[in-house]
């Protein structure tokens, strides 16, 4: 039907326009119809899926907010320690310098030690040959109270002899032995 059917002041056949009009209408209504539902069941499938895509994103946020603050506090763990280890770094550092001076004296006093241990050892030496000296001397002595006794009690030129032989050699042997000790 047309726009000039709809003019015509017929009753019947208004009767029937209006009976075509609401055929379609129902028909219009009942195809909308289906397709509305159609597409608000679509609509609530895919908001129901947006919904949970939302919830998970938003889980998956809160969780990366709560890594974040935890890497947040380990980075400020790792940076405080990070400085106690500069500290104690420099601590080291100067314990070490200390140290190194120490050992450059220890060093100084040793190379120390041994000249004097040198000296000591020349020292020592000269104190034996020093005792050796003296032993003979001691010797030496004796040996010449014991003759000077024997000849106040016997005099013998014989004697005197021999005993002022030894005496020279007593006294050689002694000056060898002087002279090798210096």
């Not at 055929?23 to 119809?33: G, I, M, P, Q, V």
């Not at 908001?47 to 947040?72: C, D, P, T, V």
């Not at 080291?92 to 200390?98: D, G, P, R």
């Not at 002595?141 to 020279?168: C, H, N």
């Given at each position: 039907m047309n726009h000039v059917d709809l003019k015509s002041?017929?009753?019947?056949?208004?009767?029937?326009?209006?009976?075509?009009?609401?055929?379609?209408?129902?028909?219009?209504?009942?195809?909308?119809?289906?397709?509305?539902?159609?597409?608000?069941h679509m609509l609530q499938t895919e908001n129901k899926q947006l919904h949970h895509n939302f919830l998970q994103l938003l889980y998956a946020y809160k969780k990366s907010e709560k890594r974040l603050r935890i890497y947040e506090k380990r980075i400020a763990n790792l940076q405080k320690q990070n400085k106690n280890l500069v500290l104690v770094n420099d601590q080291f550092h100067s314990t070490i310098l200390a140290f190194q001076s120490d050992i450059q004296k220890l060093?100084?006093?040793?190379?120390?030690n041994a000249y004097i241990q040198q000296e000591l050892q020349k020292l020592a030496a000269e104190l034996d040959a020093q005792v050796a000296v003296n032993r003979t001397q001691q010797q030496l002595i004796a040996i010449l109270e014991s003759y000077v006794e024997r000849l106040v009690k016997e005099p013998d030129v014989l004697q005197t002899e021999t005993?002022?032989?030894?005496?020279?050699?007593?006294?050689?042997?002694?000056?060898?032995?002087?002279?090798?000790?210096e």
């Amino acid at each position: 039907m047309n726009h000039v059917d709809l003019k015509s002041e017929d009753p019947m056949h208004l009767k029937k326009t209006i009976i075509y009009l609401r055929a379609e209408l129902n028909k219009y209504r009942t195809t909308n119809s289906k397709q509305d539902t159609e597409l608000v069941h679509m609509l609530q499938t895919e908001n129901k899926q947006l919904h949970h895509n939302f919830l998970q994103l938003l889980y998956a946020y809160k969780k990366s907010e709560k890594r974040l603050r935890i890497y947040e506090k380990r980075i400020a763990n790792l940076q405080k320690q990070n400085k106690n280890l500069v500290l104690v770094n420099d601590q080291f550092h100067s314990t070490i310098l200390a140290f190194q001076s120490d050992i450059q004296k220890l060093i100084e006093v040793v190379s120390a030690n041994a000249y004097i241990q040198q000296e000591l050892q020349k020292l020592a030496a000269e104190l034996d040959a020093q005792v050796a000296v003296n032993r003979t001397q001691q010797q030496l002595i004796a040996i010449l109270e014991s003759y000077v006794e024997r000849l106040v009690k016997e005099p013998d030129v014989l004697q005197t002899e021999t005993i002022l032989e030894q005496i020279i050699a007593l006294t050689e042997g002694y000056a060898k032995k002087h002279n090798e000790s210096e």
